[in-house]
Structures are given as structure tokens and as C-alpha cells.
């Protein structure tokens, strides 16, 4: 167990507390749909398309969601520690694999909701070896049905993909792989009208697509004025909730309103000079998945060194992952959004020709890597992206912890390692 | 000159462009310090030396080199590769990828057909040439040229090997092993492409779609290990695995339940080091000493 996990963040939007009491709202309602009622749901990963589902209205619940709740409840040891007594490794690929754990630890009077009843069907893209084996058994310990998603190779490489893939994500994101997401997503489609006997309505689709890229694009608006401003008027403590937890509704009036609403926010603080530290001395960019056991860590050093962390992905990937020009198109447009989510996140050149350049559209003095020890996934593209950042003058660290496993975080020693990191490069 | 750099990849086809090098030669033990520097800790140990042997221009002889979809670690060293070349940090051959689809469904056959069609397209191989290669492999195949080796068997279940060092720990115990290194493996023609098909490509596309072996295969492991014990009549059984394995793990316990059913002496060892440097071979060769004991 880490020495100090948990650490709170400080928050100063209202709309912070505004997202989190409505994500708070929502599982509340989620659970009743799905346990209370037994509404037909499905468990997906983050890269799957959720759209599909909205449009059916169809309730889901996403891997990473549910691992973030299960971690954030400082449970994920307890179920680690259960999946190894079970036989399984005990350097198991933690990210995808909490929620199995939950499952296979069978606790019901630990797990959140009482464990996770068994859904229609359990959907994830084969972004790696492990998450077809991982989805297969949780399918089969649910007694549910693994519909699996290729990730097919991507053989057309733009560097800089973010400036073209609003308007040209045929040719980016290449037509035959759009094309065989098209063909699996209309597969998918056909199950669950066959196992949920709701329809698919086409025009409500295209509808929340719309939606959609009116969400994306207030963030994506509230991201650009972020890179641009100094100091940086919100942590990404708030960056990240304000986000992610729109984007788990994407499309709905709640979720395009929300996000109005933080935009507005951030450009009233930019107006107003009001910085999230007292006094911004540099930009620190946070390059992995959020650290869920410790949401603290990411403002421990703004009042004793003035180092914001002002980038994480999660906003800045609105822009050019989520907005499509729909073309009349918008199962070619959501598959091209879909077909390679987690490939720019992970691979190069897409991983490091993007963070790059964010780090020099946001004015980044140094840049933090997470680099989780058991998940050659989440470990993918660092090191090239890490020189490639340095190539450009940004100094980077690279720590070996876990987003969701707080057992090997230890909140001192990371802060002190970031501390010691921005001194010995002469920034701090 | 074109060589492999994963599983589950079309012999016959490469066989039909007669420009077959066979797998991308490396050696295990190489230092690695060029690799280390760009390729990330969980990556499979081979992908390290590959690369290392890549930046020595180890593969300056060979025109292309052919990476498989069908492997996580495979395909994306194929990412980084291209990437390294783009940058100017690394030279040698082209990197092509073949982008095999293994998921069960009608879809995915599809996928693995036409990128084959497409990779045949590219390296210049007719249908008849390809239906030529594929007959071949029936001959190959049934030419009787393996025969049984003597002495009792261990089956070496789990992650292939580097070479035959754990294969040379199983026979100073009197045993003969039953398993493949990694280049025996990627090397494996598996079961012939169904001849006279009037479409080699899509024959040899459903046999890539359908193959059990390998981290993307939707086969069950623990039938496959059952089936590895009766066909091999093994005596005993080693099932090794080593620290980088993402995929088959996760079928450890299945995989225990089948060794344990079958009734026969076993080692289990998991998280080990690729290069034996752990004491593997030692403790297979002491198991094994028992076992005869």
C-alpha cells in the first residue's frame, strides 16, 4: 500500500463539482438500471463505440470507468491479490484486468455494487496480446458473450495527423481500415438488436454525432486558450473530470451543455488572470493515463516550486480524436474516430509526433512520463516520444508506476522524484 | 532477399517469391544497449536483440523484413522500426507488415484474404505460383522425414525458447524434449492450405485466419497443451513461461488444471528470465533427475 495515496486535489471550478456530483448521480442510476432492473447492459472498453450504444440507449459500463471506481475505493490490491491467489500471475497487465479481478475475487460485500451482474455482452478492440484473453475469461465468468474488434495494422503514417484528421480522416486514418470498423460495427449492431430487441435509429446517430463535435469542440476550444494562457487558469486535476466525464455521455444535453459550461469557465479565469497555481513558474506535461489512487500528486508541487502540470491528454485529444467533419457519412466518421484511438496514444510516429508538438503549442518546460511496469500498452511509444521531446528542448522524466495499482505508488517519493528531477535539470 | 520477424506468417507465399530468407537471425545474448534506448521493458526479449542486431546492419543483406499482426510485440516493432528509419536513426532493410485478422468472424477472414491478396500484389507472386508453393507443402508435408525420436519424452510447453538451451537441460536429464525454439516456431508451416482450391490466396488466407498458435489465436491453450501431451506421450512436463508473456498467461490456471489432470510429474515455472539466466535449466534438469530417480 503507498504511504500517502488518496492524496485530494484542490478544485476551483464550480463546474468540477457540478461533473463529479453528476457522474456520482449517474452511477447511481447506472446501478439501477443494470442491477436493480436488469436493464440489458454492456461492459466495453474506452476505445469501442460507445456511440453505438447511446443511439440505442443501451447502458454501458466501461472498463477503465469501472477499474477507476474500484481503485479509487482502494480495492484494486484487495482484487490483485485475489487474482494471483486464483493462479493468474501476479504480473498481469493491471489496466484492463481490474474489473476481472472484481469478478473473479467473487466479493460481494466488498465489490462496488455488489459485483458486476451479468451483461449482453462485453465489447473491446484488440489493441494488444492480452485484452482478447482478458475479455474471454470475464465473458466466461459472467456467463456473457466476448465481442471482439480488430485493430488492424495502420501502414499510412502521418506525423501530424492531429492537424488533418477533422477534415481528412479518410486518407489519415486509411480507407480499408475505416472500412472493416464499418463492417464490425454494423455487426455489433446486429447483435444487440438481436439480444436487446432495441433498434438502431440511423438518424438519431448522425444526431448525436453532431452533438458530439459540438462537446469536443468546446473543449477542444477551452484547450487551445489553455495552451495559450498564462499562467495556466486550471490544473489538470480539473482538466481531466471536466473532460472524461462528459466525454463517458458524449453526445447527450447533458454533456454538450457541461461542456459549454467548463469552457466558459476556463475563459473567465484566462480573462480574469486567475492561474490554478498561486504562482505559475513552470509547465510540467503529464504524459500517461491519470494516476486515479492519487489525484493529489499532480498539484504537490505548485506552491513550493510553482510547477503546474497544465497538459494531460485527455483534453487536448478532444480536438483531433473526437471531431469529424460528418460527410454525410457518420459510421465512416465514427469508425475513423474509433480505428485508432488508442494507436496515436501509444505508437509512434502519431504518440510522439503529437505530444510533441502540444508540448510546444503549450509552452512545456518539462514533461512526466508514466511508464507501468507490467502493460506493454500503456508503456508503448514513451521512450521514442520521450526523445523526441527532449530533441526539442523538453527535458522528461520517466517514473515506473501504475495508474491503477496503488500498491507500488508511494505519493512522498514520486513528488520527491519530480522535485529532484525539475532541480537537477536546473528548472526549479 | 525477404526474412520473418513473427508468427504466423505465410510460408508458402514466401516460399513462391524464391526470395525466402527465413527468419531474421539474432542472437539472444546480444548487449543491447542501442535497443534499450528506444524499446520499452515489456516488450518480448527477441524484439530487443532483433532491433540491436538491426542497428549493427546485421540485416543490410536483405531487402525486406516481415513483421505479423498476429503478434503484439511483432507488430509493433514494426511501428518502431519505421519510425527509427523515418528519423534517420536506423538503416537496412524495408519494414512491411502483414496484417493478419484472428478474431472468428466472417469479417476478419475477409480482412486476412484481401491484405494477404494485397502482400502477394507487392512481392510479385501469381496465383499459380502461390498454388505451386501450397502443393509443395502437401508434399512436405507428408514425406514422413521426421521420424520419432527414442528415449521418454518432456514436453516444453509455454514460451518458445531463444535456442535449444532448455531443450540441452531436458536431455542431460535422459529425457528428449518436445517443444519448439522461437524460429522453429515461427517457422512452422502448421497444417497444408487446402490444394486445388481455384483461389491459393484465399486458401492460404482461411489457414492464417484459423491457425491455434500464437497470443492472438482464439484456440483454447489448455486444449492445445492436452493435446501437445498426447500427441508428444510425454512422461513429464515443463510448462515455462517468462516475465514479458501478456497473452498466454492468462491461461495459467486453465493450463495448470490440464497438467494436473493428466496425471503426470510437472515443473511450472513463471516470470522467468528469457536467457535462463534464473537457474531454469538447472531446475528443469533437476526436476527431470527426479522424476527418473
Not at chain 1, 469529424?324 to 474509433?338: C, F, N, T, Y
Amino acid at each position: 500500500m503507498s504511504q500517502s495515496a488518496n492524496q485530494r486535489s484542490r478544485k476551483m471550478l464550480a463546474c468540477t463539482a457540478e461533473a463529479t456530483a453528476y457522474q456520482k448521480a449517474f452511477g447511481q442510476d447506472l446501478r439501477r438500471r443494470v442491477v436493480d432492473d436488469q436493464e440489458p447492459y454492456a461492459i466495453v472498453q474506452a476505445d469501442t463505440p460507445h456511440e453505438l450504444f447511446h443511439a440505442m440507449g443501451i447502458p454501458i459500463v466501461t472498463n477503465q470507468w469501472w477499474s477507476a471506481y474500484i481503485s479509487a475505493k482502494q480495492l484494486s490490491g484487495r482484487y490483485f491479490d485475489a487474482m494471483v491467489d486464483k493462479g493468474f500471475p501476479a504480473n498481469s497487465c493491471k489496466y484492463c484486468s481490474l474489473g476481472l479481478a472484481c469478478t473473479l475475487a467473487n466479493e460481494p460485500e466488498t465489490a462496488p455494487w455488489g459485483g458486476l451482474p451479468s451483461p449482453t455482452v462485453l465489447v473491446a478492440r484488440l489493441t494488444c496480446d492480452c485484452i482478447q484473453h482478458v475479455f474471454g475469461l470475464w465473458a466466461h465468468e459472467l456467463g456473457s458473450e466476448f465481442f471482439a474488434m480488430e485493430a488492424p495494422a495502420w501502414e499510412h503514417k502521418e506525423e501530424d495527423w492531429y492537424a488533418n484528421a477533422r477534415a481528412d480522416w479518410e486518407r489519415v486514418y486509411q480507407p480499408d481500415r475505416i472500412a472493416q470498423m464499418v463492417r464490425e460495427m454494423e455487426d455489433l449492431i446486429v447483435l444487440l438488436e438481436e439480444r436487446t430487441g432495441r433498434k438502431f435509429d440511423a438518424a438519431k446517430f448522425e444526431t448525436l454525432m453532431e452533438r458530439i463535435n459540438e462537446q469536443e469542440g468546446y473543449i477542444w476550444e477551452a484547450a487551445r486558450a489553455i495552451g495559450e494562457a498564462r499562467p495556466c487558469p486550471v490544473s489538470i486535476a480539473e482538466q481531466m473530470p471536466n473532460t472524461m466525464i462528459p466525454q463517458w455521455h458524449r453526445g447527450s444535453d447533458w454533456a454538450v451543455a457541461h461542456a459549454r459550461k467548463f469552457r466558459d469557465e476556463v475563459l473567465e479565469r484566462i480573462a480574469q488572470g486567475q492561474g490554478a497555481a498561486t504562482q505559475e513558474r513552470l509547465r510540467l506535461m503529464w504524459i500517461g493515463a491519470g494516476v486515479w489512487h492519487d489525484p493529489g500528486f499532480y498539484q504537490a508541487l505548485e506552491e513550493n516550486l510553482g510547477a503546474v502540470f497544465v497538459w494531460s491528454m485527455y483534453m487536448p485529444f478532444a480536438g483531433p480524436a473526437y471531431i469529424r467533419d460528418i460527410k454525410g457519412r457518420p459510421m465512416e466518421a465514427l469508425a475513423s474516430r474509433v480505428a485508432s484511438m488508442n494507436e496515436t496514444l501509444h505508437l509512434p510516429p502519431w504518440m510522439s509526433g503529437w505530444i510533441t508538438s502540444e508540448a510546444k503549442r503549450c509552452g512545456i518546460d518539462a514533461a512526466v512520463i508514466l511508464l507501468p511496469p507490467d502493460n506493454r500498452l500503456s508503456q508503448s511509444g514513451t521512450k521514442l516520444t520521450a526523445l523526441a521531446l527532449e530533441e526539442a528542448g523538453v527535458p522528461v522524466l520517466m517514473i515506473d508506476a501504475d495508474m491503477v495499482d496503488a500498491k507500488i505508488w508511494d505519493h512522498d517519493r514520486m513528488v520527491a522524484m519530480v522535485e529532484a528531477f525539475l532541480r537537477d535539470k536546473g528548472l526549479a | 532477399m525477404i526474412a520473418i520477424a513473427g508468427p504466423n506468417l505465410p510460408l508458402e507465399l514466401l516460399t513462391a517469391t524464391g526470395r525466402h530468407a527465413g527468419v531474421v537471425g539474432f542472437d539472444p545474448d546480444l548487449e543491447t544497449p542501442r535497443a534499450d534506448r528506444w524499446l520499452e521493458s515489456k516488450f518480448a526479449p527477441w524484439a530487443r536483440a532483433v532491433l540491436e542486431g538491426w542497428a549493427q546492419g546485421a540485416y543490410d543483406d536483405l531487402d525486406q523484413v516481415l513483421f505479423s499482426r498476429a503478434d503484439d510485440t511483432s507488430q509493433r516493432l514494426y511501428y518502431y522500426v519505421c519510425e527509427l528509419q523515418r528519423r534517420g536513426l536506423l538503416g537496412g532493410p524495408e519494414a512491411i507488415v502483414l496484417d493478419i485478422a484472428k478474431i472468428p468472424r466472417r469479417t476478419s477472414l475477409d480482412r486476412t484474404v484481401e491484405k494477404l491478396r494485397e502482400m502477394g500484389e507487392r512481392l510479385c507472386v501469381s496465383e499459380e505460383a502461390l498454388e505451386k508453393a501450397i502443393v509443395a507443402s502437401h508434399d512436405r508435408a507428408g514425406d514422413g522425414s521426421t521420424a520419432p525420436g527414442e528415449g521418454r519424452v518432456c514436453l516444453l510447453a509455454g514460451t518458445n525458447p531463444p535456442d535449444m538451451r532448455l531443450h540441452e537441460a531436458v536431455a542431460r536429464a535422459g529425457f528428449r524434449a518436445a517443444g519448439r525454439t522461437l524460429a522453429q516456431e515461427w517457422l512452422d508451416p502448421g497444417a497444408p492450405a487446402q490444394r486445388d482450391s481455384g483461389d491459393p490466396y484465399a486458401a492460404l488466407g482461411r489457414k492464417l485466419h484459423a491457425r491455434g498458435e500464437g497470443p492472438r489465436s482464439f484456440a483454447d491453450p489448455a486444449a492445445a497443451l492436452r493435446a501437445g501431451l498426447a500427441a508428444s506421450g510425454a512422461e513429464a512436463v515443463v510448462l515455462w513461461r517468462i516475465e514479458e508473456d501478456e497473452a498466454q498467461c492468462w491461461h495459467l490456471p486453465q493450463e495448470r488444471a490440464a497438467i494436473e489432470a493428466s496425471g503426470l510429474p510437472s515443473l511450472i515455472l513463471t516470470r522467468r528470465d528469457w536467457l535462463g539466466r534464473d537457474g531454469s535449466a538447472a531446475q528443469i534438469e533437476s526436476f527431470l533427475m527426479e522424476v527418473s530417480a
